[in-house]
């Protein structure tokens, strides 16, 4: 499986585009360029997605975060910078290039299904390899597979306009898993669904990755479904991305007074985890005398009845049973009573590069691991 980096990604609408990239480059905001006609829709984005892993790009309504995805498959034309993907830069790529590699290494799930009504649910998810030219049996097959994947088998020779909200998007989801691309796209692929539709389409989308391992981009402007999907998260605002780390990251330290204020009202003790929120053990600790002992993934919740206890903390092991650190009663109440506060005044003009994410322990970061000398 391949990476996909964005470097340095710019997408200006309006009158001299490159004038305008370089205004922005040399400080310009987008309030300046708007004034003169140019719409700055995404500025300076620039991170890398890892193999089999979910990032999701979260932001409000004209934060950018939708522009930036078709972006990455060639769907809008960067002003300025690169996207690269499987040791392809997509942006140099010839228009016949580039559709050949939509059609077999990325693949794209929409908000509003996309379903073709004249077509069958197996001919819909069948769609993708079609467009490749693959024979009709097997492509059949395929999408019969991706169907029971995506929860649909047996509704194979139906209609679209016969299914709920939830299964159509399964379709559009099947159509995408048909063509066993390495990178899935989905632009706010659940925000059309009703709540409890949209939080058993999440599941299955954790299920399936479980053992598909997608590289999957994710677009949403809820943080609750961020949350719970990224492996990491991208918080958008004005068409730069303020903040890049994983949920807990983002809870814990978040970069700017943006970025805290957005996350004021979610509920830590179901996203943070014991790994997120312990300290070093003092000297003298014995972890027997612990009144309990939980692993790294143990989420928060679970250490109220523990922690509720004068004394000894908390012990928190890794994997294989080893010490890694402590949960104090005042360090649990620390973190889920107060409002978490950004770490340093990062400007909110200003784009994580996010070459290496840095591991928490390093520089001021509150959550340290215990040092083992790696």
């Known amino acids: 499986m391949s990476t996909l980096q964005a470097e340095d990604l710019y997408k200006v609408f309006g009158r001299r585009p490159d004038e305008a990239v370089e205004k922005l480059r040399h400080g310009a905001d987008r309030e300046e360029l708007r ?27 004209g934060s950018g975060k939708s522009t930036l995805l078709r972006m990455l498959n060639g769907l809008l034309e960067p002003t300025a910078g690169h996207v690269r993907f499987d040791g392809q830069d997509l942006t140099a790529l010839s228009p016949r290039d580039l559709r050949a590699v939509r059609s077999k290494k990325i693949s794209m799930v929409f908000q509003h299904f996309a379903l073709f009504p004249h077509r069958s649910v197996l001919e819909n998810a069948a769609y993708g390899l079609e467009v490749q030219g693959v024979p009709r049996k097997e492509r059949e097959q395929r999408a019969v597979e991706a169907l029971r994947l995506a929860g649909l088998a047996g509704w194979e020779k139906s209609w679209p306009d016969e299914l709920s909200g939830g299964m159509q998007q399964r379709v559009g989801l099947a159509r995408a898993l048909a063509t066993d691309a390495d990178l899935l796209l989905m632009d706010e692929s659940f925000s059309a669904l009703d709540p409890l539709i949209r939080r058993d389409m999440q599941d299955q989308l954790l299920e399936l990755q479980k053992t598909l391992k997608k590289t999957i981009v994710f677009i949403t402007h809820d943080l ?27 809870l814990v330290t978040p970069a700017n007074d943006y970025v805290a204020s957005f996350i004021q009202d979610v509920d830590r003790s179901r996203v943070l985890t014991a790994g997120a929120i ?12 612990a009144p309990a002992t939980v692993t790294e993934d143990t989420p928060v919740i679970e250490l109220f009845t523990p922690c509720s206890k004068d004394g000894v903390a908390v012990a928190v092991t890794d994997e294989s049973g080893k010490l890694t650190g402590v949960v104090t009663r005042e360090r649990l ?3 889920l009573g107060e409002p978490m506060k950004p770490t340093a005044q990062t400007s909110m003009t200003k784009t994580p590069k996010d070459a290496v994410p840095t591991p928490r322990g390093e520089g001021d970061e509150p959550v340290k691991k215990v040092s083992t000398g790696a």
């Open 35 to 61: 004034a003169g006609g140019t719409t700055a829709a995404v500025i300076d984005a620039s991170f890398t997605v890892e193999p089999g892993q979910i990032f999701v790009v979260m932001g409000l309504s």
């Open 224 to 250: 609750n479904e961020a949350m719970r999907l990224g492996d990491r998260i991208a918080v958008m605002r004005d068409g730069r991305i303020v903040q890049i780390g994983s949920a807990e990251d983002i």
């Open 278 to 289: 312990m300290a070093a053990p003092g000297k003298g600790y014995d972890p027997a005398d």
């Open 333 to 335: 109440l620390a973190v």
